[in-house]
């Protein structure tokens, strides 16, 4: 997505060799009319699957999640992320470990709010590992729902994640794929074979 490229050339820094920022935009500060444009272009991707809620995590997700779940005419769920949660009845859980923090998180949705006759798309703003987008595919598996794919704005492609998620022949569609950070430079997947 070109537009996302621009910007992300424009305002995203370079922190680390895996660690791209990009507060100004999409994890501080938000775009809206880019978050628009990114919310048809899921929606874009995928119009014949037939969505029926979208699942997200708090709290990056929530932006282009909301702004697909607009482009598609569909309720928008987020998973909230608890330190540890005492049992209830009422919840999908899932336990996610962050590479980044050195720790687990349990994540949950109310059962209320996707049910076994669902199609879902997860939404979230970046691939790395793909803890967060394992949690949130058990649950969906708990909630017996179909799980369409998976959209994300920003894929680290140097980072397991996308491989070990495309290997269980699960669709992912990333608006962006970077190569690598190395030497305070973003490279872009499309670049290298261009
Ligand atoms: P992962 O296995 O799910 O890929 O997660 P990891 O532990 O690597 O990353 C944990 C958090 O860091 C997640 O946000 C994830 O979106 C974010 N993240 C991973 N790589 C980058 C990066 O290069 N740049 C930025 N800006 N964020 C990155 P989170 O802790 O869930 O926080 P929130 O921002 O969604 O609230
Ligand atoms: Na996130
Ligand atoms: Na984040």
New binding site residues.
């Given amino acids: 997505m070109q537009i996302l490229k621009d910007k992300i050339r424009q305002e995203g820094k370079v ?1 680390s060799d ?6 100004s935009f ?2 501080h500060q938000i775009d809206p009319t880019l978050m628009k444009e990114i919310g048809e272009e899921f929606a874009e991707r995928f119009r014949n699957s037939t969505i029926t809620k979208i699942l997200s ?5 929530i932006a282009p999640a909301t702004m697909t779940g607009l482009a598609l005419g569909v309720p928008v769920i987020f998973a909230r ?1 608890r330190k540890s949660l005492t049992l209830s009845d009422d919840l999908y859980t899932a336990s ?6 050195k720790e687990s998180n349990d994540i949950s949705i109310s059962k209320d709010f996707i049910h076994d006759d669902d199609t879902v798309l997860i939404i ?12 949130l595919m058990k649950i969906v598996e708990q909630t017996g729902a179909s799980l369409a794919g998976i959209g994300i704005v ?1 894929e ?1 492609g140097f ?1 397991p ?1 996308g491989k070990l998620i495309r290997d269980r022949g699960i669709r992912v569609e990333s608006l962006t794929t ?1 190569r690598s ?1 190395q030497n305070g430079i973003v490279e872009f997947f499309e670049e290298v074979h261009a």
């Fill in positions: 922190l895996n660690v791209l920022k990009v507060d999409l994890n995590i708090e709290s990056s997700g992320k996610v470990y962050s590479y980044t923090k979230d703003d970046f691939l790395a590992n793909g803890q967060a987008a394992f949690g920003i680290k980072q994640g970077i950070l």
